[in-house]
């Protein structure tokens, strides 16, 4: 089992060189997303899968400092900007982020002066569309190999959770912390 899922593995991350034209098999992806409401409390996440592995000690939070109001697109900025300046942190070799066209862009632009050389992608949840910047017109997820569906969905669904779940420990800290405040 486990050399047939290592063959999966390795035919999946083949199929995403192949769409996305790199010159290596990624061994590395990182799934960035943003979670808020109104832009109170808002969070960001990069989750990291490891040869198509979800690898948890590689996780990171982030809690947006420099973006007031809701703008997603800044936020997601900010935290792409704070990330490529951890040149420690192993350099990945996609970068999955969230959202649409529009993410993807924010995305771009905040990572051109980056050492982070990497090849970035976003999904659209509602068209379930996979975006990339040389293409005008995205992929249709359904239309792509059920395995490497699977595993793009798999990323960003669990950035989406982690930031998720960071975000709800944050409102959950403030809502307990505040009526102690009142009191003093």
């Known amino acids: 089992k486990i050399i047939k899922s290592n063959a999966q593995r390795i035919g999946t991350l083949s199929e995403l060189k192949k769409i996305l034209s790199l010159e290596k098999i990624p061994k590395r992806i990182e799934g960035y997303d943003i979670s808020n409401i109104g832009g109170l409390f808002a969070t960001g996440s990069m989750v990291v899968f490891n040869d198509g592995i979800p690898d948890k000690n590689e996780y990171r939070k982030f809690r947006i400092r420099t973006v007031k109001g809701a703008n997603d697109t800044a936020m997601l900025r900010e935290i792409l ?16 982020i969230d959202g649409g066209r529009g993410q993807l862009n924010a995305a771009v632009h905040a990572l051109e002066s980056s050492t982070l050389a990497s090849k ?40 989406h959770r982690f930031a998720i779940s960071y975000y ?6 403030n809502l307990i912390a505040a009526p102690n405040s009142s009191r003093m």
């Open 168 to 173: 709800r420990k944050r409102h959950r800290n």
């Open 81 to 96: 900007l704070r990330r490529s300046a951890h040149a420690e942190w192993p350099v990945p070799d996609v970068i999955l």
């Open 120 to 159: 970035i992608i976003s999904i659209a949840k509602r068209e379930e569309e996979l975006y990339i910047p040389e293409r005008k017109t995205p992929f249709k997820l359904k239309e792509m190999p059920t395995s490497l569906l699977y595993l793009l969905q798999q990323i960003r669904n669990e950035s």
